[in-house]
């Protein structure tokens, strides 16, 4: 089994065919291909990149629904809180706080500082996957939250290339 012996080759090539099929819009194929990532991937970790893909995948589809639970469901095993409903006190205290973190943090250093963490790269790409989800198919104070966490990751650790 080339999965055994060749992990790493394995999961680079799968991901790679996966990202072809999406681009000549063969999702079918695509999901095969992420489907079988997600059997064998040894840890959450390196399901990450495939997670971003299929939701795309879905999205074009017309799923928001399923992207959005996709999303809420990984960020959730990262170990993120994906509150099932959020009030719009909440949001409004969540969007305040967003905004004093930015005055505080925004400057020429902020600016070049790059977020180098491969895992908080990544959850703050599912937060922004959350947030074209929710834009369609959530409430606003949702969508609001999932805006604020993904600009709060960037004030704290820069932003990606």
Known sequence: DHWESHYDLSLRIYFLMAS??????????????????FEKARCLDDQLPSYLLLNEIVLSQGNPKAAYDTCASVLSQL?????????????SSMLAKTLTMYE?????EWIKKKLEDEKIRTIAKL????????????????L??????????SLRNGTCQ
Request: charged share 20%; net charge negative; aromatic share 8%.
């Open 20 to 37: 072809a099929a999406n681009s000549t819009c063969r999702d079918d194929e695509a999901e095969l291909f992420l489907q079988k990532i």
């Open 79 to 91: 170990g993120e809180t994906i509150p099932t409903s959020v009030t719009p006190e909440a949001a």
């Open 104 to 108: 505080e943090v925004y400057n020429d």
């Open 127 to 142: 937060y922004n996957s959350c947030v074209i989800a929710c834009f369609l198919c959530k409430s606003r104070q949702i």
């Open 144 to 153: 609001i939250y999932h805006m604020c966490r993904a600009v709060q990751l």
